[in-house]
């Protein structure tokens, strides 16, 4: 099969981009996207947005995902585990090593495309909401940059390394036991009962993703990455 990592990244690139994550000398995220823009500055990568934990950057038809630490290590990995599941309602992950992330490129929207998009927006997150829990795509103004569209103008999720296949038996209020719903924005869960608000963190801890998972990734130190056969 054909990879994509291989060819566009020497192990050098790759030892270059993991020890990047665990360098004492950056003070922020924000340096470690300007290292990698100066190191790929000759091999025809185009910026496309930084973000908290990735660094997005477009080559040809796709989008490579770069990790700025362990939680963009966690993200990379969660959406190539996720892609085919979501499928058509987010970009297609091709492959991960952790480190780099190749996906398929589709058009960037503009805030007044996704606010006129909202009705369609709504109606693919109910969609999805039966099957999983999620957080940071719901159809509120700062969340407009997580999506885009296709050529054939349906609208995709771009980040989605926060979605989780949920356990019914954990969508209840813990203090009425209402049942758990999320509210018209698809921004957060509301007890349908006593209107109590829930965050999408204790769910996820519930179902079994650990505390120190979640918060805390488990990637503690450098790793060592090789471009294989």
């Known amino acids: 099969m054909r990879s994509r990592i291989k060819e566009e990244f020497?192990?050098?690139d790759l030892d270059f981009l993991n020890d990047l994550i665990y360098s004492p000398y950056f003070d922020s995220n924000n340096e470690k996207a300007d290292a990698i823009l100066y190191h790929f500055k000759d091999k025809?990568?185009?910026?496309l947005a930084p973000a908290t934990n990735r660094f997005a950057l477009l080559k040809g038809k796709y989008v490579f995902k770069f990790a700025l630490d362990d939680y963009g290590i966690k993200d990379n990995n969660t959406e190539y585990d996720m892609s085919y599941k979501l499928q058509p309602y987010v970009t297609k992950t091709y492959e991960t090593n952790g480190l780099v992330l190749v996906a398929e490129y589709v058009n960037l929207i503009k805030e007044s495309e996704f606010?006129?998009?909202i009705p369609n927006i709504?109606?693919?997150?109910?969609?999805?909401?039966?099957n999983f829990i999620f957080e940071d795509v719901g159809t509120i103004a700062k969340?407009?940059?997580n999506y885009g569209f296709r050529d054939d103008d349906s609208i995709v999720i771009l980040d989605y390394g926060y979605f989780y296949e949920k356990d019914e038996r954990l969508l209840y209020c813990n203090v009425c036991g209402g049942r758990l719903e999320y509210t018209e924005n698809f921004d957060s869960l509301f007890c349908t009962k006593c209107g109590r608000k829930t965050d999408v963190h204790s769910i996820v801890y519930e179902m079994g993703v650990s505390e120190e998972d979640y918060e805390e990734p488990k990637f503690k130190g450098p790793l060592k990455i090789t471009l294989g056969c």
Not at 44 to 47: I, R, S
């Open 122 to 130: 709504r109606a693919i997150l109910k969609e999805l909401s039966q």
């Open 115 to 117: 606010m006129s998009s």
């Open 44 to 47: 025809g990568f185009v910026e």
């Open 143 to 145: 969340n407009f940059c």
């Open 10 to 12: 020497s192990q050098e």
